[in-house]
Structures are given as structure tokens and as C-alpha cells.
């Protein structure tokens, strides 16, 4: 027992420090993954932040196409629609932003990706879920990953969406 949890531990640090190292590169596409609209169709936090990492990357020239990736959540609203709109204000052109609203998890995101026909990616998540979201890519074919992680304070909800990431990891390990 006492091995087990050692193990868990590794994993979480090791899933804690692959998300916060960024690895950039040029890519065919940034790719921004989803997360939740307010009922009043404003960003949560969380995806403000991954919205404002990838401008941030695409401004500073690692890919000509963005993609916003989220399906229509309980609240009404598609995240990608929502982000779409958001880059769209900032003055990114509509025909450099890509909507992926068939990406309702990481999973369906990377299909979705490779069915686009891109071969590099760099993507665009918190910091804990991007272990997992480099596994997926990588196992539907997409050899050339890049990550960044979204810019904000801890929040203390990581205290559960790290340990939850441990087990998704291994869960799109072991079944996909």
C-alpha cells in the first residue's frame, strides 16, 4: 500500500512539473482547449487564461491558426463560439481562428485534430491536464506536440484536479 501511494505521488509531481514546463515551437496550429462559459456567456477564469496563453503565442508568431476547441456546456453556450468571439475582439482574423465545437473532451479534441490533417500542434491547457492532453495527441498520430500552460494564481481546486489527472492519465493510457 504504502508502494502505491509513493507511485502516486511520483506520477502527480511528475504530471505538476511536465505541465509547467512549456515546450514551444512552431506549429501548424495552437490549439486552446475548452472549459467552462459563465451562464452570462463570459469566460470563466480558467479558460480566460488558456484563451489569453494562446493569443499570446499566436501573436508572437508560433502558428498563423488558432483553434478553439469546447463543445456547448450545461450553461447553453459553445466554448468555442464564446472564445471564437473573444480572439475575434482582439483583432485575431476570423480566417486564422479554426472552431472545434466536436471536441467535448481531450479525447474527441485530438480526433477532431487529426482528422483537420495537421501534423504539429502546440497545446494550450492548466498545467495539470496537459500530460494527459500530450498522451492523447500523441496516440492518435501527431508526432509533433508542443504545450503551454495557462497563466493564474493556484486555486485550490487543483488540490482535487491533480490527483484526478493521475488517474486520467492512466486511464487514456490503458484504454485508448
Not at 512549456?22 to 482547449?33: P, Q
Not at 463570459?42 to 501573436?59: M, N, T, W
Not at 504545450?147 to 491533480?162: D, Q, T
Request: no cysteine; net charge positive.
Amino acid at each position: 500500500m504504502l508502494l502505491l501511494i509513493a507511485i502516486f505521488f511520483i506520477q502527480a509531481s511528475y504530471l505538476v512539473l511536465d505541465g509547467l514546463h512549456d515546450k514551444l515551437g512552431s506549429a501548424d496550429a495552437i490549439l486552446v482547449l475548452g472549459s467552462k462559459v459563465k451562464p452570462d456567456v463570459v469566460l470563466s477564469h480558467r479558460l480566460k487564461a488558456r484563451l489569453d496563453r494562446g493569443y499570446e503565442l499566436y501573436r508572437d508568431g508560433l502558428s498563423h491558426t488558432i483553434i478553439v476547441s469546447g463543445g456547448t456546456g450545461k450553461e447553453g453556450y459553445s466554448e468555442a463560439k464564446v472564445m471564437a468571439a473573444d480572439l475575434k475582439s482582439r483583432g485575431v482574423p476570423a480566417n486564422d481562428i479554426l472552431l472545434d465545437e466536436q471536441g467535448k473532451n481531450t479525447w474527441q479534441s485530438a480526433l477532431s485534430f487529426k482528422r483537420r490533417g495537421f501534423r504539429s500542434v502546440i497545446l494550450v491547457s492548466q498545467y495539470f491536464h496537459l500530460t494527459r492532453a500530450k498522451l492523447a495527441f500523441k496516440k492518435v498520430g501527431i508526432v509533433t506536440v508542443y504545450s503551454a500552460h495557462a497563466r493564474m494564481r493556484p486555486e485550490l481546486r487543483e488540490i482535487y484536479s491533480v490527483p484526478r489527472e493521475v488517474v486520467a492519465f492512466y486511464g487514456y493510457l490503458l484504454r485508448h
